[in-house]
C-alpha cells in the first residue's frame, strides 16, 4: 500500500506520497519461510518473510529506490489451530533491509556496509490466517492471508546523516507445503522427507525464476 517516504539528506529533505509495488515473481522472488514448535493446538515459532519494495513513482532527486533484496522481516509469532484446520497467528519482528539507492547526480548505494548490504532497521507486526488445504501422513500443503505493518530507516549513503524512512502496510498471499512434526522414533527416511520436500519447494522457487527470466527475458 502507499505510504509517505521521508528522504534526510545533505542535497535537500524529501518528503513524498510514495507509490509502491512488489514484483513478487521479479528479480529475487518474494518467499517465506516459518519453523514452527507446536504443542497440541498451539504455537510458538519463527518465520523469515523476504519481502520486497519498489518505488514506482521518484521524485525529484531520486533516480532509483528499492528495498528489493528484502525488506527482510524476521517474525515472532505465536498462533492456534482450530477444527477447521486453520491457524490464526499473531507475530512481531525485526526488519532487515537491503537498500538500492541511487540518488541525482550521485553514484548508485547498494551492498555496501552492514551485512552484505543488509541493516537492521526496524520493526514490525503481522496477523496472519492459514488454512491446511491438504495433508499427507508426513506434509501439508497450505495457504495463508496477512497483513504486516512495520517502519524502516535505511542508510541511503555511506554518510550515516543520511537516510530514508519507510513504513510500509501490506496485504501477503501466500502458498506453500510443509512438513509436520516429527515423531520422537523417527527413522532416516522421516529426517529426509522432513527436510527435504520444503526445500525442493523453496528451491524450485527459484528455478521457476530462472526459467521465466530466460522465457521471456527482453
Known amino acids: 500500500m502507499n505510504s509517505v517516504l521521508s528522504i534526510k539528506s545533505n542535497d535537500g529533505d524529501i518528503v513524498h506520497k510514495a507509490s509502491w509495488e512488489g514484483r513478487s515473481f521479479r528479480d529475487s522472488p518474494?518467499?517465506?519461510v516459518r519453523v514452527d514448535n507446536w504443542n497440541a493446538k498451539s504455537t510458538v515459532g519463527l518465520e523469515w518473510v523476504h519481502y520486497k519494495m519498489y518505488l514506482k513513482n521518484p521524485p525529484s532527486g531520486i533516480d532509483n529506490l528499492s528495498i528489493s533484496?528484502?525488506?527482510n522481516i524476521l517474525f515472532f509469532n505465536i498462533g492456534k489451530r482450530n477444527k477447521h484446520n486453520i491457524v490464526q497467528r499473531?507475530?512481531?519482528g525485526i526488519i532487515v533491509a537491503h537498500p538500492d539507492v541511487t540518488l541525482t547526480g550521485r553514484e548508485r548505494f547498494w551492498n555496501k556496509g552492514g551485512i552484505s548490504g543488509a541493516y537492521i532497521s526496524g520493526l514490525a507486526i503481522q496477523a496472519s490466517f492459514e488454512r491446511w488445504v491438504?495433508?499427507?501422513?508426513r506434509h501439508i500443503i497450505t495457504s495463508e492471508i496477512k497483513l504486516s505493518s512495520g517502519y524502516a530507516r535505511i542508510p541511503i549513503s555511506n554518510n550515516s546523516n543520511e537516510f530514508a524512512d519507510i513504513p510500509h502496510i501490506a496485504l501477503h498471499v501466500v502458498?506453500?507445503?510443509?512438513s509436520k512434526p516429527l515423531k520422537i522414533k523417527s527413522t532416516w527416511v522421516d529426517y529426509a522427507n522432513y527436510f527435504i520436500v520444503p526445500t525442493i519447494h523453496h528451491y524450485s522457487i527459484y528455478r521457476f525464476?530462472?526459467?521465466k527470466d530466460f522465457l521471456f527475458k527482453d
Do not use: P, S
Not at 491438504?134 to 501422513?137: A, F, G, L, R, V
Open 30 to 32: 518474494y518467499y517465506t
Open 69 to 71: 533484496d528484502g525488506y
Open 90 to 92: 499473531v507475530g512481531a
Open 134 to 137: 491438504y495433508e499427507t501422513h
Open 175 to 178: 502458498l506453500g507445503i510443509g
Open 209 to 211: 525464476q530462472k526459467v
